[in-house]
């Protein structure tokens, strides 16, 4: 009879570039999630390492068609390592949020279907003087995301004008709101369900906040 011997397939992507590209996710009634790299970290290539993989002037929309939610990521520039398809993979880049330039760091551990994958996700708005840092896990069995996030700024009134719309920031005592501001809490995701926990909002003095943006 023959014999088969079954070799790893170990591939190496010494530079891939993405030159504006136009990324599309959905979030459907049901709660699943359908993007372009949907499925990745499967069993077709299981070892890919990525040396060098960028994205240059891309765009990012997310669409949740249950709630006709549609938001728009703009000039995203990214660098990624990783050491397969299913992690562990660190980014660093920039882009735009409701006109924001925001710079970011996401560190995301190794993704196996029966346990938990660490994520880190760091964001820096420099032009709102604001920071923002979420360190937690995603749970693919369960579609949960669970962790704690930190975040803190110059001015509450302007970032939740760049996060929610001009609109979101209105009737709510510019006087009192538009103010250095920390808040900090834990953060549940399954689902279309939102659970924060043992959350903290401070209004606190300018040499505060400059404190706490320095460390």
Known sequence: GVQTCALPIYVVVERLTLVR????????????VRGVMDGAGGDLLPE?????FAISDGTLV?????????????KIALKLTAESLSGPAKATGSATVGGVPVRFTVSVGHVAEAAPTALNISLDAGELRSKAEFIGQWSPAERRLTGRIKANGADARAALAALG???????????????????????AAEGASLEANDVIFDLRSEEHTSELQSR
């Open 48 to 52: 890919v390492a990525l040396q060098r």
């Open 21 to 32: 590209p136009e990324i599309l996710v959905e979030r459907d009634a049901d709660g699943s």
């Open 62 to 74: 997310w669409r949740d068609r249950d709630r006709g939610v549609r938001a728009r990521v703009e």
């Open 165 to 187: 719309g001009t609109d979101a920031a209105q009737g709510i005592g510019p006087a009192l709101i538009a103010h250095p501001f920390a808040v900090e809490g834990r953060l």
